[in-house]
């Protein structure tokens, strides 16, 4: 892959820092489990105009 012409992308190496995740966030992940584990989520796209797979 030396013979490539053009600029090459830059892949960060080594471990990826972990950032704590804002409180808000949290909020908004836990409410969407329980929409999703409710069954709520799915209703709602549904009214949204999806289509369930047959």
Do not use: C, Y
């Not at 808000?24 to 799915?42: I, N, P």
Request: proline residues 13%; aromatic residues 4%.
């Amino acid at each position: 892959m030396s013979n490539t012409k053009g600029p090459q992308p830059t892949v960060p190496t080594g471990p990826t820092q972990n950032k704590p995740i804002p409180p808000t966030e949290v909020g908004d992940m836990e409410s969407f489990h329980r929409l999703a584990t409710s069954g709520a989520l799915s209703d709602m796209l549904f009214k949204l105009g999806g289509t369930r797979k047959k």
